[in-house]
């Protein structure tokens, strides 16, 4: 009765094993919902499965997925190290109006830009990967730019009692003392960059990709295939978050640590 009561509480920690059956059973819940008012165009649950199951027998599925992740994989690696000279130089003085204008750039829609883009590259390839990278750079720098701007003063003025320069400063304090937090920022962003493959996908689709399923599907009417693709996009996403997370606690253990 205390648990039950406890779910309803603001501002009450639950241990593990309370949280685990609160989300197993609030998933059936919603999967059972899913089924009973399903129906129609919208597929049931069952529907759905079995359509993945139909996926994963297709003979281009391996392609596409290899397609999507190589694109996702090579556009994060692209948009960090810009994200990352952006918000370094950003500390002086004469870059800070570029930093702050690339955190602007969240607002600018792809859809006028893609004539541009379509200019400026070559093929579908450069295409879909400039896009995405311009599509995660300024979120990339807006995070980076807050984990500077939160770093405590006394940080650099403990390098200024050891008599470091400007730039050592920087080094040790912004570059080396803040990894772990650029990690966690690259971790937080790949959602947006899983999210973002298949709208650029579409655009060129001579080399595949999950998205490209999904446009094919949407074209023909299929929507468990659809809804069988979001699923497994979703659970892939997931899959990425979490091994991005292990990854962390491997190469900064010291994150685990907890002070009281």
Not at 4 to 14: C, D, H, V
Not at 115 to 144: A, D, E, H, R, W
Not at 207 to 233: C, E, H, P, R, S
Request: contains cysteine; charged residues 15%; hydrophobic residues 55%.
């Amino acid at each position: 009765m205390n648990k039950l009561k406890a779910i309803f509480e603001p501002l009450r920690m639950l241990d593990k094993r309370t949280m685990t059956i609160l989300l197993v059973a609030e998933a059936v819940i919603a999967l059972l919902v899913w089924q009973l008012s399903g129906g129609g165009l919208i597929p049931t649950p069952d529907k759905v499965l079995k359509a993945i199951g139909t996926i994963f027998t297709m003979p281009d599925f391996i392609d596409n997925l290899f397609a999507s992740i190589v694109l996702t994989v090579k556009g994060m690696g692209i948009s960090i190290i810009i994200a990352l000279i952006i918000s370094y130089l950003s500390i002086v003085p004469f870059f800070q109006p570029v930093a702050r204008f690339v955190i602007k750039c969240r607002y600018l829609t792809l859809t006028g830009l893609i004539f541009l883009f379509t200019l400026l590259t070559q093929n579908g390839g450069q295409l879909k990967l400039s896009l995405l990278i311009f599509g995660i750079v300024p979120f990339f720098v807006t995070s980076l730019l807050g984990v500077i701007e939160n770093i405590n003063k006394q940080e650099y003025e403990l390098c200024t009692t050891l008599r470091m320069s400007s730039w050592q400063s920087l080094w040790e304090v912004i570059i080396v003392g803040r990894l772990d937090q650029v990690f966690e920022v690259m971790r937080q962003n790949f959602a947006i960059a899983w999210l973002m493959i298949t709208s650029v996908e579409g655009l060129s689709m001579s080399q595949g990709g999950l998205g490209v399923m999904l446009i094919k599907a949407n074209k023909y009417v299929q929507l468990d295939i659809v809804f069988g693709t979001l699923v497994i996009i979703f659970v892939l996403g997931i899959f990425f978050d979490f091994i991005l997370g292990l990854f962390r606690h491997w190469l900064f253990p010291y994150t685990k640590l907890h002070t009281r």
